[in-house]
């Protein structure tokens, strides 16, 4: 009974953080308005977290830290994140477009004009 707790709670997790690269590329546009909101930035900030996730020095300080009890709840919720997220912010990136090409064209247009 208590895995199936636990799949289950770990399951809202996942739904409740999907397309989270998303709000926070319309939200990054808030504190990095020089930058953000981006065309799909919310896929590419996926991404990017996933490549940072499994580059070398992450994978040395996971070794190094040793599988505690629940490890493997852990590494279950963050490959089914990591495989989940970029798919649903592509589809919440896809509906926001009416937001962030505007943006993203206006921003461009300032900086021409400021150079």
Known sequence: MKAALDLLF???IGASSAGCGTICNLA????HPDSE?????GFIKD???IESAV???SQQYLQNQGAGEGAGYAVVAIVALASVDPVLSLVADTLTL???IPL????IALRQESN
């Open 104 to 107: 993203q064209e206006r921003r």
């Open 98 to 100: 009416p937001i962030t």
């Open 10 to 12: 770990m399951a809202l």
């Open 55 to 57: 580059s070398k020095p």
């Open 37 to 41: 909101p981006r065309v799909f930035g």
């Open 28 to 31: 990054g546009g808030i504190a």
């Open 47 to 49: 991404v990017e977290i």
